[in-house]
Every structure is written in C-alpha cells, then in structure tokens.
C-alpha cells in the first residue's frame, strides 16, 4: 500500500523473495528441514546407507513386493501413457480428442498399504478412504478444547491409527499370538502322570480332535489311502484297551463365512497351487503337507474315512460293547453318529452347527457328564486335544460337570 502511495521507493530491479530478509527465512527454512529429514527419517541423501528394500523414509514401512514393483515401474508407466496419448490426440491420425479424460495410470503407492475405511456422509453416499491419524489426533485435541465431556486422557486412552494396533497390522490382517504360552502356564498349576491311571471302562470316554489326529499320520509308511483308513481303525482299537467309548470330532471346512477363513487362507498361501483329490481305497496318497493345504480335499478326506469305517464295521469292533461317535464327518457335517459291531445310529441330542471342533468336544463333555449322571455313576473325560483355546474353555466347565471324576 505504501509503494502504491509512492511513499516509499520500489526497486524494480529486485522481487522481494531475492531480499536479504527473505533469503535469511528461506534458507532457515531449508535448514530446519534438512535437520528433521537426518534426525526423524531415513536419510534420503545417505547413499550407502540406503536399506535394499522400498521404504517409506517417514516411516520406515518397507513396501510390499507389489507396491515396489509399481513404484520402480512408474518412469516406464509414465512414457506408455504419454506414448498412447500423443498418438491418440496429437497424432495427424488422431482416434481421440484432447479433451477427453486420461485413464488412471494405475500405479500404487504407500497410501495403498494402509486399509481403506467406508464413511457415510450427509448426503447418504458411502465413500472409501484413508484415514489419517495424525490428523484424526489433531481434530480429536481439538475437540478437547471446545467439549466438555472429552478430555485429553479420553482421547489417549485409544490408539491413533483407523484399527488397534494391537489385533492387526498395517496392511489389516490380524495378528499371530503365542496361544501355547498360556497353556504351559495352565500345565504349570498341576502335576503330569506318564501313564493314564486305571479306572472303570464302562465309566471312561475317550473325545478326540478327529483333524489334529488326521495330520499326525506317519504317511511315509502308507501308499494308499486306503491303508490311511486302517491306520486310523488301529488307533480306535487301540483306545479300547481303557474305554468301552471313543468320540472323535471334526472341523467343518464347508462354511461359506467362516471365522477362520483368514487364517486358513494363510495357512495355504505357502503353496503356489492347490490341487483337489477324488479319493479312493487304492489311491496313492499324494504330497501329505500340499494335499492337506486345501479344505476341500480335508473335508473329502474326513467323508472317505466315515464311509470307509461304515463298511467295515466288523473289523474294527472285534469286541461288544465297544462304540465309536463320529462328529463333523459326514455329507451333513451337523449329524453326529454312533457306530458299533450292531448297527448305525443317529445321536439328534447331539446335532449342532459349530464350525470350531474345540467347542464342539465341549458339548459332548458336557453330554457325556449327563450320561453319568443318568447312570448314577461317576465316570472319567479323557479329551485329546491340543488346541489352547479348549484347554481354556475346558478349565472353565470343569466346575460345572457334576457326575465328572476325572478329566
């Protein structure tokens, strides 16, 4: 204003970002920046302490193999584009206008690592983003300030980040916990024995996770699958040396939403292929760890090895009274069965949904301690399982089982 009253003599020769005063900021400026660069992040201009891997020099996130390879790949993106524009739109033979709207390029980056989060606005519309913590922080202090019912302890009592951090990472698949540490700690409470004491037979049941059973076969010493069948009747056998009952449940892998599909997906993403076997008695059994990677083939396998026992009944009971219950095993992984050297029956009381078998062998525990209690007797649950969370839930019901001596 005062140059424009000609109260003041303007130099035309010289802008006013080029003056001593603005050069003195400016340069501050570079200055703080370089010393948060070198002192905050991954140095950018040290050159032979470069890590091998694509980082997020803010961060330190390394990026993921696709990521990496889009970003590397942009220079080589870019000039297609161009490329495809120019003879597009600029060409003598043009096919397209100027003006039209260029394509996305496509190209991922960090931002892409981070899951996307559906927000619903005023309007109705439902868009996805990416949420910011660092600025959800500063809106949620400022909401501090001008609230009376949020307080800067509220406000830290969460963590700064669109999910908790202590159930997922970044990329939004959840985290691994070290479950068997707390069953040691449980083991630690009490006393081991080497061997199962004598008791009753008539008074024992023997439940078993029927897949944690599956997947300890010693398949080197087996070529077909029938001989995996008669492996599995020999350990049933066997069990009838201490009970007259032996249950063994099944997890069903036929769910269409199921609660471990995140971590079965996991599970198999170490095989570049997943193959699906028609199994029959006198087929080689293939790759055991590949083979067991897909449920499909674990959930033909649990229905070959139910319809293998039913024809073979007088086999495997060469004694009376002598039973074995098979949950989860059957086209209709809801039904549960008895089988004995007199006939197939169905157990209705016993007919449930669960996915999981750890609470499945639940519930026959606690069917069993009814069944004692029926009886007026006071029997033994041995239950063969190696899943923590039933040890857990095992502790928990053990108060609750009123005919149950020993488990």
Request: net charge neutral.
């Amino acid at each position: 204003m005062r140059a424009r009253a000609c109260l003041v003599h303007v130099d035309d020769q010289c802008h006013d970002e080029a003056k001593p005063a603005a050069m003195k900021r400016d340069e501050k400026h570079v200055q703080d920046l370089i010393v948060y660069i070198t002192e905050n992040m991954t140095n950018p201009f040290d050159v032979d302490n470069h890590p091998r891997q694509l980082i997020n020099i803010s961060t330190g996130l390394h990026a993921s193999h696709d990521i990496e390879d889009s970003l590397l790949k942009s220079i080589e993106t870019g000039r297609t584009k161009m490329k495809i524009f120019v003879e597009s739109s600029l060409s003598t033979d043009k096919a397209g206008s100027f003006y039209h709207p260029i394509q996305r390029s496509g190209l991922k980056t960090s931002e892409d690592m981070n899951p996307k989060v559906q927000l619903k606005c005023k309007s109705g519309q439902v868009v996805k983003g990416h949420l910011n913590p660092e600025l959800v922080f500063r809106r949620a202090l400022s909401l501090t300030k001008c609230r009376d019912d949020v307080s800067v302890e509220t406000v830290l009592s969460y963590p700064i980040c669109p999910i908790p951090t202590a159930l997922f990472h970044d990329d939004g698949t959840m985290r691994k916990t070290n479950k068997s540490d707390l069953a040691h700690e449980l083991e630690n409470l009490v006393g081991s024995v080497p061997n199962i004491p004598p008791f009753d037979h008539s008074a024992t049941v023997l439940i078993r996770d029927g897949m944690s059973l599956v997947q300890s076969f010693d398949v080197k010493r087996m070529s077909t699958f029938g001989d995996l069948a008669n492996s599995y009747i020999m350990q049933v056998q066997s069990c009838f040396r201490f009970t007259d009952k032996v249950v063994d449940v099944f997890d069903r892998y036929g769910t269409e939403h199921s609660i471990k599909s995140a971590e079965r997906h996991r599970r198999s993403a170490t095989t570049t292929t997943q193959k699906v076997y028609h199994m029959a008695e006198g087929r080689t059994v293939p790759d055991w760890k590949k083979f067991l990677s897909s449920n499909k083939n674990k959930q033909a396998l649990i229905t070959f090895l139910d319809d293998y026992l039913s024809s073979n009944l007088s086999d495997m009971f060469q004694e009376e009274n002598k039973c074995l219950v098979l949950a989860g095993a059957f086209s209709n992984p809801e039904i549960v069965r008895q089988l004995s050297n007199e006939h197939v029956i169905d157990l209705p009381d016993l007919f449930c949904s669960h996915e999981e078998a750890d609470t499945r062998i639940l519930l026959h525990v606690i069917h069993s301690d009814k069944i004692f209690q029926q009886l007026n007797i006071r029997g033994r649950i041995i239950v063969k399982c190696s899943d923590t969370d039933f040890l857990v839930l095992r502790v928990h019901y053990f108060k609750v089982l009123v005919s149950t001596e020993q488990m």
